[in-house]
T-cell receptor
């Protein structure tokens, strides 16, 4: 299995631009998670989906952030408009059954907003 | 709200010695704790899971303990090797979420 696949691996964008991060979970996994990692705050859960339905988005920082999962094999995290404080590593992860099972992480999308 | 803390930001250990990392949680006891390893530029990788009714779990040179009285989990690497150098994250399961500590950066010195 190829594991969780994220794109792009690195993104540098200007403040105010729209950023879209993409994720393909492991085939057969029905839960998908978006995490953000920074030096100051560590790894924070932004949102998670179960069977393509958003279950908990309480970690989404503000309305500029949105996430979708149109089908079982694809999810996006969008930031519009982006700000320098959004600079972080964004991880997508998947599991067989919510957080009760082992979570498998992708390699992350490194976002820099200048 | 429930918090999980890893007291040491960084830890240096001589090769061959046992490295011990600490994870503390507040308030209620989580159903289980997980430990992950993260290498620079990579995503976290699952290592071990220990449930609240388990005192100890082992996997090769790794050992995890769960003390609900102290509200603490200890992660041990015996016979440490330079290849064990990485950041280690503990995570607690609660409210259908996995919440991570900030991690301990472990360096094994040859």
């Amino acid at each position: 299995d190829a594991g969780v696949i994220q794109s792009p691996r690195h993104e540098v964008t200007e403040m105010g631009q729209e950023v879209t991060l993409r994720c393909k979970p492991i085939s057969g996994h029905n839960s998908l998670f978006w995490y953000r990692q920074t030096m100051m705050r560590g790894l924070e859960l932004l949102i998670y989906f179960n069977n393509n339905v958003p279950i908990d988005d309480s970690g989404m920082p503000e309305d500029r952030f949105s996430a979708k999962m149109p089908n079982a094999s694809f999810s996006t995290l969008k930031i519009q408009p982006s700000e320098p404080r959004d600079s972080a590593v964004y991880f997508c992860a998947s599991s067989l059954f919510r957080a009760r099972d082992t979570i498998y992480f992708g390699e992350g999308s490194w976002l820099t907003v200048v | 709200s429930q918090k999980i803390e890893q007291n040491s930001e960084a830890l240096n250990i001589q090769e061959g010695k046992t490295a011990t990392l600490t994870c503390n949680y507040t308030n209620y006891s989580p159903a289980y704790l997980q430990w992950y390893r993260q290498d620079p530029g990579r995503g976290p990788v699952f290592l071990l899971l220990i449930r609240e009714n388990e005192k100890e779990k082992r996997k090769e040179r790794l050992k995890v303990t769960f003390d609900t009285t102290l509200k603490q989990s200890l992660f041990h690497i015996t016979a440490s090797q330079p290849a064990d150098s990485a950041t280690y994250l503990c995570a607690q399961f609660g409210n259908e979420k996995l919440t991570f500590g900030t991690g301990t950066r472990l360096t094994i010195i040859p």
